[in-house]
């Protein structure tokens, strides 16, 4: 798990999960030891980083993980498991089949990647394709343009902060800017924003990308919440940064204009949103 990342998180309500596991999601829930919503990205990171400064690196965890982040709302338990496990056996195939082979055996010994990739071809044998659904989506550095479609500017919750003296900067909770939705308005949104970008774009690489997370929505329950969380991204963004940081009223703006025929205002609103976010991505590569 990457320190400065941010999250797409789907949470369904009790009753979407299999009879066995309603009792677990639930004595969880009611549970004094789980990590509480304030330490949670603490105790993700914490785990990572063990895994993979120990001898030999632990690309993948050797169980899935039992955690989950838990919603309530009018008594009703939302709930969005970490499946930190399936996450990244799914992140190291990526890395895998970006990386070239000599750079990847520095990262990771050949024969610890050769079992971990046997490892994850014998469970998706087994489980199949529906198992590979995760309820969490992470990107580092950024946020991606098509994330912001299932929400609305007057979602957003922001709260300023810092780090607790002592305390990893990369993934302080202090300071947090988070949008929540329900999946109903998710869809809609996004079906919405596709269907501008198709009448006016046409095949745009736009279009795949919010095609792919309205198919991601479509694969959960329809009475779920959906969250975007900036993560560990608020902490290389200062209090005025993130205050002017209006991301997703701005591409909902560039949309509206796209459909109304306005070009120059879709086309300043998605500039203000694709400059910001580079600007953020550049920091990868500012050391």
């Known amino acids: 798990m990457l320190p400065y990342a941010a999250y797409l998180r789907v949470y369904e309500p009790l009753t979407a999960f299999a009879e066995s596991e309603r009792k677990v999601w639930a004595d969880y829930a009611d549970s004094r030891d789980r ?13 990572s980083v063990m895994r993979l400064l120990g001898t030999p690196p632990q690309p993948v965890p050797a169980q899935e993980s039992p955690n989950a982040y838990l919603r309530r709302v009018e008594d009703r338990l939302y709930v969005c498991p ?36 046997d490892d994850f071809d014998r469970y998706k044998r087994k489980a199949g394709s529906a198992a590979l659904r995760t309820h969490i989506r992470t990107t580092a550095w950024h946020v991606p343009p098509s994330w912001f479609v299932p929400f609305d500017g007057n979602e957003r919750w922001l709260v300023l902060g810092s780090a607790n003296p002592g305390q990893d900067v990369t993934t302080a909770t202090g300071r947090n800017l988070i949008y929540v939705t329900s999946m109903a308005q998710a869809r809609r949104r996004a079906a919405r924003a596709l269907n501008v970008l198709r009448r006016h774009l046409g095949d745009a690489a736009a279009n795949l990308e919010v095609e792919d997370i309205a198919r991601w929505l479509e694969e959960f329950h329809p009475h779920s919440l959906v969250e975007l969380d900036y993560g560990g991204l608020v902490h290389l963004m200062d209090d005025d940064a993130l205050q002017a940081d209006q991301s997703v ?24 949103v694709i400059l910001r976010w580079k600007s953020m991505q550049l920091l990868e590569s500012a050391n």
């Open 82 to 117: 970490w499946q930190t496990r399936l996450r990244s056996w799914l992140a190291f195939s990526r890395l895998r089949g970006t990386t070239p082979q000599k750079i990847m055996d520095h990262l990771v010994p050949k024969a610890i990647a050769d079992q971990t990739a």
């Open 249 to 272: 009223a701005e591409l909902s703006a560039a949309l509206t204009g796209l459909d109304t025929g306005q070009e120059e205002l879709a086309y300043a609103m998605y500039q203000r």
């Open 35 to 47: 990590p509480r919503r304030a330490n949670a990205l603490n105790a993700e990171h914490g785990e």
